[in-house]
């Protein structure tokens, strides 16, 4: 597959650590060393940013070197969200309570996923209480 999206495309034949590469990638991106991605965008994606290495390094083959530069590049710009969050609550745009009790408010992680990358970021979570009859009620049991 790889080297039918590499002919099609008329990149640069990989060698055979940049092939491993895009292999070890694959399973890392499907999160099973078992199986390996094979959406088309993101593997042609792929090959033609190590490609581009490859030229700028004046080399007849694309090797392991140059795939690892593009997964590096791919991640540096999709991390610029995960660092925009960061950048917030570092200059105090977002503020995070971390000490005190309040009643229904708990500090949490909310997951964000963009495909290539994975990143947590902190959230409140804030529930409405009152004075009941005194029993916990399991909402999924409830409703059935």
Not at 17 to 36: C, N
Not at 52 to 81: M, T
Request: net charge negative.
């Amino acid at each position: 597959m790889v080297a039918t999206l590499q002919r099609r495309q008329g990149l640069r034949a990989l060698d055979s650590g940049a092939v491993a590469r895009v292999i070890e990638h694959s399973a890392r991106l499907v999160e099973d060393s078992a199986k390996l991605l094979t959406h088309v965008r993101s593997l042609n994606d792929l090959l033609i940013e190590a490609d581009h290495f490859a030229a700028v390094a004046q080399r007849a083959a694309v090797c392991a070197e140059d795939v690892e530069s593009a997964i590096a590049a791919q991640l540096k710009r999709a991390d610029r969200l995960r660092k925009l969050h960061l950048g917030d609550i570092i200059d105090g745009t977002v503020l995070i309570d971390t000490s005190g009790l309040h009643a229904g408010q708990v500090n949490g992680l909310g997951v964000v996923d963009l495909g290539n990358l994975v990143f947590a970021h902190p959230v409140r979570i804030t529930a409405t209480a009152r004075l009941g009859e005194g029993n916990v009620i399991d909402i999924e049991r409830e409703v059935e």
